[in-house]
């Protein structure tokens, strides 16, 4: 499927001020996604979209990717059961990156690791990093089931 | 400035679930970054960091990132005085993306067109997007300042 399913990319004021949806895929065809809890803002996962996958969750309000490691679209939560409810999708200013307002589906998972976010770690600020920073877990942060492969 | 500021990426375990910081920057030398405010988790803005704007902002508590137009490294707020105070950095899963907490300075404008967050549009939701799809305007978020270019 082709990038027809949006308009053409418009001048810099038309992308940035105007209300057509030109998204601009990168040289891979993808666009960046990113997943927030709707009730809390948390940063669920990020991942990538291209235009069947955008269009199918604009057309769903059911989150659609595409895998860059299996090279296929995907369904969030097709295997998993972690199906993401979309009740917003915003695009930014020079339209090449979403966000999507979910409600996480199934037993509350969005990582493969078993966590219900991806980023279930923190990186030290403050000094200089080398080879031996220690990433921080964020131990409030349960892992509720097993990791996937 | 290379990646040997961090460790050399280690195997799928070490990645996921080890404490060693092993980003995988992509063919450009590239992370996703995304901002949210540390107040209500809103998303902010999404740019792109190479390893020394990474290595930067990890030392300072500053977010520094790389612009892909100019192609330089450039802090956040150096000309607009909306620098980003870091309260936190986290790191996802296989360690291609990061989410940074934020305490937004000066007028607290994040977007370069004036507004609070670069996400001050919607997409509608449930039909099947067309070249006649209209973005909604976030009403809410005011226009702080005139737009840069």
Not at 118 to 126: A, E
Request: charged fraction near 30%.
């Amino acid at each position: 499927m082709s990038n027809s399913l949006f308009a053409a990319r418009g001048d810099h004021d038309a992308i940035e001020n105007g209300t057509a949806l030109m998204p601009r895929f990168d040289a891979d065809g993808l666009i960046v996604a990113i997943a927030t809890d709707a009730t809390d803002g948390e940063v669920l996962m990020v991942a990538y979209m291209d235009a069947e996958a955008l269009a199918r969750t604009i057309e769903t309000g059911e989150a659609w990717f595409y895998s860059r490691s299996r090279r296929r679209l995907w369904k969030k939560g097709e295997e998993s059961g972690n199906v993401l409810a979309v009740s917003d999708i915003r695009i930014d200013c020079d339209q090449d990156a979403v966000v999507l307002k979910v409600t996480l589906g199934g037993d509350g998972v969005a990582c493969h690791q078993g966590y219900r976010s991806c980023f279930y770690r923190s990186v030290p600020i403050g000094t200089a990093p080398d080879a031996e920073l220690s990433l921080e877990p964020d131990t409030a942060m349960k892992r509720v089931k097993r990791a996937e492969r």
